[in-house]
């Protein structure tokens, strides 16, 4: 079965950090570029970034720049999405999708046709 299973949300206090997963099962990930996308209640998916097959290039949405980190280890079919600097805003439902490449507008939800079930990010004091 083609699965693809996010991990690592929880709660967290204003300022903190999380490290989420993105893993692979039934398929491998390095032909895909990985996207990673958050929803909060009452508001459209919202794109995060974007990582290639190789790693070698990523995107970032403006809200996130310079606080969120995507990287991916295909030897381990994984993609992370490091998230320092949290602020109550980045609460959301955080989700992991797979395509073919990150150009063309990488965090358009219609991009992405595989997408993980995703875990829950609660940034609060």
């Known amino acids: 079965q083609l699965r693809l299973v996010e991990s690592g949300g929880g709660l967290v206090q204003p300022g903190g950090s999380l490290r989420l997963s993105c893993a692979a099962s039934g398929f491998t990930l390095d032909s895909y570029a990985i996207g990673w996308f958050r929803q909060a209640p009452g508001k459209e998916r919202e794109g995060v970034s974007c990582?290639?097959?190789?790693?070698?290039?990523?995107d970032y949405g403006d809200s996130v720049k310079g606080r969120f980190t995507i990287s991916r280890d295909n030897a381990k079919n994984t993609v992370h999405l490091q998230l320092n600097s949290l602020k109550p805003e980045d609460t959301g439902f955080y989700y992991c999708a797979a395509t073919g490449s990150c150009s063309s507008d990488p965090r358009r939800v219609s991009k992405y046709g595989f997408w993980g079930q995703g875990t829950q990010v609660t940034v609060t004091s």
């Open positions: 990582i290639t097959p190789s790693g070698s290039i990523s």
